[in-house]
C-alpha cells in the first residue's frame, strides 16, 4: 500500500456497521476519510475515526498536512487575499490543534491559537469556553499577545468533524461577545450534521447579524437505529469481558537489537546488540530558542518562516539517530500535534522508510484487531504532563501490532517527566513492541509575564458603597454607580443570544417587587430563617475545621456576599473571632478579577482564602474559578457554598435545593449593590470589576433585615450544628456533579442545545425570572411553599410553569433558546411552545 493510500480493501467501519446498523451516508469519499469505532460513553457509543487527522489512525504526514493546508488554501480563495491577511485561525484542543495549525499555513499570512487544557501561570485567560459533554471548562485560551484575537478580521474556526456544531457556536457565542466581527469561517475534515443542525447555523449566523461559512473535505449524515446506544454499550461490556480493556491480546513481534545510532545518547536503559531494548534515545532537536512549540500561545507566520528554515537540520538529527527503519511512526503527544507532524513531513524528505504520524490521546476506544475496524490495538499508559484535573490514562491507538521498527516520540519538556520513563510509562511501552525507540524533546513555550508594580486600590466598604456596615464585607470592586449600565431585559438577552454582548457588560434594570412579593418575601424568611442559621453554621464549622482555624472568606460577588455575612457573624457569635470578608467578581466564561485576586495574595495568606457562594446549581462558576486559580498559587478552588443541590462541591450547609430568601430579591438583599460588570471601555487591565450601589433604594433595602433575622436563631440551632458538622466531617462529601449531568440531558432533551441557557434550583430559577427572558419553568411536581415565589414571578411575566419527575432540584428555569423580540414579543413575556 502506498502512503497516498488512505482506505484499505476492507473499509475500517465494517465491524460496527454489521454490528450496529450505523452508516454513513453522503459523499463518496466518506468511506476514504472515516472508519467506524466504539467508545465507553453514556450518551454516544460510535466514534468517526479520521484516516487524514493524524490522532487514532498512523498516516503519512504529507497526507495529513496536505489535508489541513488545502482546507487552508479553499479558505483564502473563499475570503480572498485582503480579507484572508486580516484573519485569524482557532483550533480546537486536542484533536484539532495540528490541523487547526495546517489550515493557518494554507491561509498563508494569518496568525494561529489553539485552545488548550493546560493552564500557565501568569498568562491571562482571553477567553474560556466548554463542550457540551464535558464535566469541567475543557478549553482555555492564552494567547501570548493579548490583541491578537481583538480585531475585526475574519475568525476561522477548525475542528477535525462538525456534527451537531454546539462547541463551534458556544464559541463563537462567548468570543463575538467580547471581540465581534461580521465574519466567520469554520474549517473540518467533515460535514456531518443532521438536516435541522444545519438550520440551527442559518439561523444562528441571522441572529447573529455575522456570516458564517462551512468549508470541509467531504459531507454527509452518520445514520443511527433508535436503539443504537443500548446496544452499542452492549457490545463494549460484551468484548471486553472476553479479551480484556485493551481489546486485544499483547502482541508477540521479533524485535532487532539495540545498537545505538550515530548522535543518539541513551535516555534509560539499552541493552547489548541482539537483546530487546527496553529503553528510548534521545535526539537532541536543536529546536530554535524561543519558538513556540505550537500554537497554545499564538504562533504568527514569522515563527513559520523560523521554523521551515529549522526542520531539515532537525529531520537529519532524527534520521542520524533511527539507524535505516524500513518502517517508521513519528508519534506526537496529545495537543502537541503540529511540531511532531512537522517533523514528520521534513524526515520524509530524508529517509528512505514507510514514515507515519499519529499521536497519543485522552480518549478511551475499544480495540478491536479486525480489519473492518478502525481502531486494532491500544497502548494505555499514565498520563505524563502532571496534568491540570489530576492523573489518568492515556492512549496510543494502532500502534502494537503495525509493523513498525522504529517510532519517534516527540514530546514537550512539560511531558518529560519520570512518569514517561516509568516502567509503565509511554516508552516503555513503546519498546515492548517497536524495536527501536527514540524520544525528542521540543522545548515547552512559556511567554515572558512582565512583572508591575502593585497599584490596587483598597476594598470599597459601606457605607459610602453598600448599605453593609464597613467591617461586615470589603468589595474588590470598582465604583461605576455614576455609569448609565442598564438596560431592558428583552434587548439584553437578545445582545447576549446573538453574541453581540456579553451579559457582563451591562445590567439589568432593578426589579422593583409588588407589595404582593414583598410579602412572600417576609414570608420565606420566617418560615426558613432556622434552616439557614443551621446551613450558616454546619459551612462555617466544616471551614473552621478543615480550611483554616481563622479563614479569610471571600465571597462570590453578589448572591455570595450575604451569605459570607452570615459566615462572618457565626464566627463570632460562636468563637469570637473577627474574620476578614471580601467581595470579588467572577464572570462566567471570563474568569475571576485577576486584580482582586492579587490584592489578596498582597494582603493575605493565600492558604487561608476560603471562596464563598451562595448556591450551586449546574456548576458553572464552580468550574471556573478553579481554571481561572490554576494561574496563582496557594488558592484552593474549593468553594463552600450555604446550598449545594447540583452536588458540585464537599463544603456546604446542605445539599437539599430550598428557596433561600436572598435569592427572591436582588441589590435590596445584597448592600444595594448591582450585579458585576466587566467591559472593555470601563475596565482597564489593571483594574478591578465594576459594581453600582443603588443609593436611591435605599427605603426598600432589606439585606440588613435578612442578616440580622437569621442571625437571631444561631443559638437555637447551635445543637443541631455541632452534631451535623461531627457527622459531615467523616462522611463522604466527594462531589457528583449531578445537577450537570441533569442539565446537559435538559438541554437536550428540550431542543436548546446550549447548558447556559438551562438554570437549575430555585436560586438560579429565582433569577432567570428576575433577569432574563424565560422561557418556561420545569417544577418538580409536588414542590410546596419553596416554589411560591417562583409561581408567582412566572404568573406575572406570561411563563408557563410545567410539572416534571426525576428532577434533582425542585424547579429549574429554561431561557429563551432562540430569543428576539420578535420571537416573544417586545412586552418580553415567553410564549410558550405549541
Not at 565 to 592: C, F, K, T
Not at 632 to 643: H, N, R
Not at 656 to 661: G, H, K, N, R, V
Request: aromatic letters at 6%; glycine letters at 10%.
Amino acid at each position: 500500500m502506498t502512503k497516498e493510500e488512505t482506505v484499505s480493501v476492507v473499509w475500517s467501519g465494517t465491524w460496527v456497521a454489521e454490528r450496529l446498523g450505523v452508516g454513513l451516508v453522503g459523499d463518496e469519499k466518506l468511506d476514504g476519510l472515516l472508519g467506524l469505532a466504539l467508545r465507553r460513553n453514556p450518551k454516544r457509543a460510535h466514534l468517526l475515526v479520521s484516516n487524514v487527522l493524524g490522532k487514532h489512525v498512523p498516516q503519512s504526514p504529507a497526507v495529513v498536512y496536505g489535508a489541513g493546508y488545502g482546507l487552508g488554501e479553499r479558505v483564502r480563495k473563499l475570503l480572498g487575499e485582503e480579507q484572508a491577511a486580516r484573519a485569524v485561525v482557532l483550533g480546537y484542543a486536542e484533536t484539532a490543534t495540528g490541523l487547526g495549525h495546517s489550515v493557518a499555513d494554507g491561509v498563508g499570512s494569518a496568525p494561529y491559537l489553539h485552545s488548550t487544557r493546560r493552564p500557565v501561570k501568569g498568562v491571562a485567560q482571553a477567553g474560556g469556553f466548554e463542550e457540551s459533554h464535558s464535566h469541567a471548562t475543557s478549553h482555555l485560551l492564552l494567547p501570548e499577545d493579548p490583541s491578537l484575537l481583538a480585531g475585526d478580521g475574519p475568525l476561522i474556526l477548525v475542528d477535525d468533524e462538525f456534527s451537531t456544531g454546539n462547541t463551534v457556536l458556544n464559541t463563537i457565542r462567548e468570543l463575538h461577545g467580547r471581540y465581534p466581527r461580521d465574519r466567520y469561517v469554520i474549517v473540518a475534515l467533515v460535514d456531518m450534521r443532521s438536516e435541522p443542525d444545519r438550520e440551527r447555523l442559518s439561523a444562528f449566523a441571522e441572529e447573529m447579524g455575522a456570516r458564517v461559512d462551512l468549508v470541509a473535505l467531504a459531507a454527509g449524515t452518520v445514520r443511527l437505529p433508535e436503539d443504537v446506544l443500548e446496544k452499542g454499550q452492549a457490545l463494549v461490556a460484551e468484548h471486553e469481558a472476553k479479551t480484556g480493556p485493551t481489546g486485544t491480546p499483547t502482541a508477540v513481534l521479533h524485535v532487532a537489537g539495540g545498537a545505538v545510532a550515530p548522535g543518539a545518547t541513551g535516555a534509560g536503559t539499552t541493552t547489548a546488540r541482539g537483546s530487546v531494548n527496553h529503553g528510548a534515545l534521545r535526539v537532541e532537536l536543536g529546536w530554535p530558542g524561543g519558538l513556540p512549540d505550537g500554537g497554545r500561545h499564538g504562533f504568527t507566520p514569522a515563527h513559520r518562516v523560523e521554523l521551515e528554515a529549522a526542520l531539515p537540520r532537525m529531520a537529519g538529527r532524527i534520521a542520524d539517530a533511527l539507524a535505516a527503519p524500513r518502517r517508521v511512526l513519528v508519534l506526537g503527544f496529545e495537543e502537541l500535534m503540529y511540531a511532531p507532524l512537522r517533523l514528520g513531513t521534513a524526515l520524509e524528505q530524508v529517509v528512505d522508510a514507510d514514515v507515519r504520524y499519529s499521536t497519543t490521546t485522552r480518549s478511551p476506544v475499544l480495540a478491536v484487531d479486525d480489519p473492518g475496524y478502525a481502531i486494532r490495538s491500544r497502548l494505555v499508559f499514565p498520563a505524563h504532563d502532571d496534568p491540570a484535573d489530576g492523573p489518568g490514562q492515556r492512549y496510543a491507538y494502532n500502534v502494537a501490532g503495525a509493523g513498525f521498527d522504529a517510532v519517534v516520540a516527540v514530546v514537550d519538556s512539560a511531558a518529560d517527566t519520570p512518569q514517561l520513563h516509568a516502567p509503565d510509562g509511554l516508552l516503555a511501552q513503546l519498546a515492548a513492541h517497536i524495536p527501536h525507540v527514540v524520544l525528542a524533546v521540543v522545548p515547552s513555550y512559556v511567554p515572558e509575564v512582565p512583572e508591575r508594580a502593585s497599584m490596587l486600590p483598597e476594598p470599597l466598604r459601606g457605607p459610602a458603597f453598600s448599605s453593609y456596615a464597613p467591617e461586615e464585607v470589603g468589595w474588590l470592586l470598582q465604583d461605576l454607580s455614576d455609569v448609565e449600565l442598564e438596560a431592558p431585559t428583552e434587548e439584553r438577552e437578545e445582545a447576549i443570544q446573538s453574541g453581540g454582548a456579553h451579559y457582563a457588560e451591562s445590567l439589568p434594570v432593578e426589579y422593583q417587587p409588588s407589595a404582593q412579593y414583598q410579602e412572600l418575601f417576609k414570608a420565606a424568611l420566617a418560615t426558613s430563617a432556622a434552616r439557614i442559621a443551621r446551613a450558616v453554621g454546619t459551612v462555617t464549622e466544616t471551614v473552621i475545621a478543615e480550611r483554616s482555624p481563622r479563614p479569610v472568606l471571600v465571597s462570590l460577588a453578589r448572591a455570595g456576599t450575604p451569605v459570607g455575612v452570615l459566615m462572618r457573624r457565626w464566627a463570632q457569635h460562636r468563637h469570637g473571632l473577627d474574620l476578614p470578608h471580601y467581595a470579588v467578581s467572577i464572570v462566567r466564561g471570563r474568569g475571576i478579577d485577576t486584580n482582586a485576586l492579587r490584592w489578596l495574595q498582597e494582603h493575605h495568606d493565600p492558604a487561608d482564602v476560603v471562596f464563598v457562594d451562595g448556591w450551586t446549581g449546574k456548576g458553572a462558576i464552580t468550574r471556573e474559578l478553579a481554571e481561572a486559580l490554576k494561574e496563582f498559587d496557594g488558592f484552593d478552588p474549593e468553594i463552600a457554598v450555604l446550598a449545594d443541590p447540583g452536588g458540585c462541591v464537599r463544603t456546604y450547609g446542605t445539599r437539599e435545593d430550598f428557596l433561600i430568601p436572598s435569592a427572591c430579591l436582588n441589590s435590596t438583599v445584597s448592600g444595594l449593590i448591582s450585579r458585576t460588570v466587566l467591559r472593555a471601555d470601563l475596565v482597564g487591565p489593571h483594574d478591578y470589576h465594576g459594581g453600582k450601589f443603588y443609593r436611591e433604594l435605599a427605603g426598600a433595602d432589606v439585606s440588613n433585615h435578612f442578616v440580622d433575622t437569621v442571625a437571631a436563631r444561631f443559638d437555637e440551632v447551635a445543637t443541631a450544628v455541632d452534631a451535623e458538622v461531627k457527622e459531615l466531617l467523616s462522611a463522604d462529601r466527594a462531589p457528583t456533579w449531578e445537577g450537570w449531568a441533569a442539565v446537559e440531558r435538559i438541554s437536550e432533551e428540550y431542543g436548546i442545545h446550549d447548558v447556559n441557557l438551562v438554570k437549575p434550583g430555585v436560586g438560579e430559577t429565582t433569577r432567570v425570572l428576575l433577569r432574563r427572558v424565560p422561557w418556561k419553568i420545569l417544577a418538580k411536581r409536588g414542590a410546596g411553599a419553596d416554589l411560591d415565589h417562583v409561581r408567582l414571578l412566572a404568573e406575572q411575566r406570561g411563563v408557563p410553569v410545567e410539572e416534571a419527575d426525576e428532577l434533582p432540584f425542585t424547579c429549574v428555569g429554561l431561557i429563551h433558546p432562540r430569543y428576539t423580540r420578535g420571537a416573544t414579543g417586545a412586552d418580553g413575556k415567553a410564549v410558550a411552545a405549541k
